[in-house]
T-cell receptor, first 111, second 116 residues
């Protein structure tokens, strides 16, 4: 059974810092990996999707990498801003249709 | 940008009552999903729906749950007889054609269901 783990559970950084969020998964038989952002009481906003054949994807200040064989992904956020404060969720899409989510990393960027 | 919309945003119901949660997926999407998130826990898959039938469901999705696409635009989740443990945030999601297995899921803002 696929298990997705995210480290750290929470992170507090001063504005302007570069930071890395980690995600690991136990079964490498995946189609893709998605990073989402969740604001309190809101839905999930898709940030980046990395296909299983890809190594990384970039969008603005965000860069996500995938090492499928070792079951790891990282989300790199450059020059963090207070508006980046949210919960960041990692999810893998298995052979089928469902996403399996991690518990998330709660990020707080202090101004 | 097109988005998935869910109504109501918050639903309070008494144990044993039936509830219907409603969703309008993005118009050109063909795959539809329900997920739920119990407070403080992970987001969990409930069911996926394609071509007017369930394509996959989790063990959570028992006989108390059903899904329907009644009119070509709405996608509903019905809980027949709610239990206290059904209290959660329910998210609807949609994605493009199943052939594009790498198309991202787009989520709605959720319906917070409170069972008293």
């Amino acid at each position: 059974k696929q298990e997705v783990t995210q480290i750290p559970a929470a992170l507090s950084v001063p504005e302007g810092e570069n930071l890395v969020l980690n995600c690991s998964f136990t079964d490498s038989a995946i189609y893709n990996l998605q990073w989402f952002r969740q604001d309190p009481g809101k839905g999930l906003t898709s940030l980046l999707l990395i296909q299983s054949s890809q190594r990384e994807q970039t969008s603005g200040r965000l860069n996500a990498s995938l090492d499928k064989s070792s079951g790891r992904s990282t989300l790199y956020i450059a020059a963090s801003q207070p508006g980046d404060s949210a919960t960041y969720l990692c999810a893998v899409k298995e052979y089928g249709n469902k996403l399996v989510f991690g518990a998330g990393t709660i990020l707080r960027v202090k101004s | 940008e097109p988005e998935v919309t869910q109504t109501p945003s918050h639903q309070v119901t008494q144990m044993g009552q039936e509830v219907i949660l409603r969703c309008v997926p993005i118009s050109n999407h063909l795959y539809f999903y329900w997920y739920r998130q119990i407070l403080g826990q992970k987001v969990e898959f409930l069911v996926s729906f394609y071509n007017n039938e369930i394509s996959e469901k989790s063990e959570i999705f028992d006989d108390q749950f059903s899904v329907e696409r009644p009119d070509g635009s709405n996608f509903t989740l019905k809980i027949r007889s709610t239990k206290l443990e059904d209290s959660a945030m329910y998210f609807c999601a949609s994605s493009q054609d199943s052939a594009l297995r790498n198309s991202p899921l787009h989520f709605g803002n959720g319906t917070r269901l409170t069972v008293t």
